[in-house]
């Protein structure tokens, strides 16, 4: 089955600790994406790359990073400099990041602790 | 900065009856327009796209778009309380990106 996975569901930080967050599409999309998603709140975007070896900052970059090596594959690294970073972290992906319909992966739920 | 705005809810429709969800933007070059359903806890599922100005129906779901008044809607016929989630508008942004609106939730009454 095509689709998109994230890994892990859940995840705990203690305060200072940096985490990775896993994003995997076996869709052959082009684009990928990053939003964070507070209780109540609609998505915001945190980076998006439309090709490989290449990234953009979103709305709230300030306090992660992001690789994308692999046209499959776009991790999110949410850094000690993230001052409140207990949210739902949404992955997706579009087929050619110029504005087609974009999926979303099942999300990674982070809680500092 | 484009702005995506929904209806504030909660919005309640009983069961059988038409709810609609309401969505402007506020940019004009804006070209594609999506809709997606969120349950509680879990991720956004796509409903429809829309790309063109007028209706495009898919099933109990009718999109309708007027680029000149930045307005997309959303109408589900025959609600039903499997519909009861959140709803987000999302509105791409010069093709790079997409802007999403902060949500409607919707409360389908049996």
């Known amino acids: 089955d095509g689709g998109i996975t994230q890994s892990p569901k859940y995840l705990f930080r203690k305060e200072g600790q940096n985490v990775t967050l896993s994003c995997e599409q076996n869709?052959?999309?082009?684009?990928m994406y990053w939003y964070r998603q507070d209780p109540g709140q609609g998505l915001r975007l945190i980076y998006y790359?439309?090709?490989?070896?290449?990234?953009q900052k979103g709305d709230i970059a300030e306090g992660y990073s992001v690789s994308r090596e692999k046209k499959e594959s776009f991790p999110l690294t949410v850094t000690s400099a993230q001052k409140n970073p207990t949210a739902f972290y949404l992955c997706?992906?579009?087929?050619?990041?110029?504005?087609?319909?974009?999926?979303f992966g099942p999300g990674t739920r982070l809680t500092v602790l | 900065q484009k702005e995506v705005e929904q209806n504030s809810g909660p919005l309640s429709v009983p069961e059988g009856a038409i709810a609609s969800l309401n969505c402007t933007y506020s940019?004009?070059?804006?070209?594609?327009f999506f809709w997606y359903r969120q349950y509680s806890g879990k991720s956004p599922e796509l409903i429809m796209s829309?790309?063109?100005?007028g209706d495009k129906e898919d099933g109990r779901f009718t999109a309708q778009l007027n680029k000149a008044s930045q307005y997309v809607s959303l109408l589900i016929r025959d609600s039903q309380p499997s519909d009861s989630a959140t709803y987000l508008c999302?509105?791409?942004?010069?093709?790079?990106?997409?802007?999403f609106g902060p949500g409607t939730r919707l409360s389908v009454l049996p």
């Open positions: 997706a992906s579009t087929l050619t990041g110029t504005g087609d319909e974009q999926f």
């Open positions: 869709l052959n999309h082009d684009a």
């Open positions: 790359s439309q090709i490989v070896n290449d990234f």
């Open positions: 940019d004009r070059v804006s070209q594609s």
């Open positions: 829309i790309y063109s100005n």
């Open positions: 999302a509105v791409d942004n010069y093709g790079q990106n997409f802007v």
